[in-house]
């Protein structure tokens, strides 16, 4: 070989190993860096709008205890079922609706479902089946409506006879699920 080609050579292994040592100091070193520094902003910025946040909810703090206190004071929590066990709600409910479905003068099936615990109250819920002509059954759902308790028709399922005469008042075979809200034992509203 001629002392051009050692020297262009050990050049061009010289580069190399420069390339190969910069590409190392590069993984190893600065891009640890890097990604610490960018890992560490974005901490920043999360803990930051968390201070927003909280800060801003300290400002409506007096707002939030007011507004839950006037919820606590609401006339409302009258109008739900009380006891201290949901089966004596339920029996209460049973009983509210047997007297709305009272023009009926039909056997009236219920089933109770089960009890559904949320927060400070009870949802309690009973399956009605039913017959009735149209226009008890347009009194009895006024009556749910005007019922001092609140009730709420969740389901309901109406089947007419398939034939019959413009000014008739058929009979109505009626499937409803009517649920209403109870007072969670130990709750502080009552």
């Not at 559904?116 to 039913?130: E, F, H, S």
């Not at 347009?138 to 009556?143: Q, S």
């Not at 006879?161 to 009979?171: H, T």
Request: hydrophobic share 45%; proline share 5%; glycine share 6%.
């Amino acid at each position: 070989m001629t002392p051009d080609l050692r020297r262009t050579a050990r050049r061009a292994t010289a580069l190399g190993l420069f390339g190969a040592l910069l590409g190392i100091v590069w993984l190893g070193v600065v891009e640890p860096i890097l990604t610490f520094k960018d890992a560490a902003a974005e901490e920043r910025g999360i803990a930051l709008r968390a201070l927003k946040r909280n800060r801003a909810l300290l400002r409506e703090g007096a707002a939030i205890q007011a507004a839950q206190a006037s919820v606590e004071q609401s006339a409302r929590w009258r109008n739900f079922y009380e006891g201290p066990k949901a089966e004596a709600a339920t029996l209460q409910l049973e009983t509210d609706l047997r007297a709305i479905f009272r023009d009926s003068n039909n056997p009236t099936s219920m089933m109770a479902e089960a009890a559904i615990v949320r927060g400070p109250v009870t949802r309690i819920a009973v399956r009605v089946t039913l017959t009735m002509r149209v226009d008890q059954l347009a009194d009895a759902l006024d009556r749910i409506q005007k019922q001092p308790r609140q009730l709420r028709v969740e389901g309901l399922t109406i089947q007419a006879p398939d034939f019959q005469s413009a000014q008739a008042n058929p009979v109505l075979a009626i499937q409803a699920e009517i649920s209403a809200l109870m007072l969670a034992p130990g709750s502080e509203q009552a």
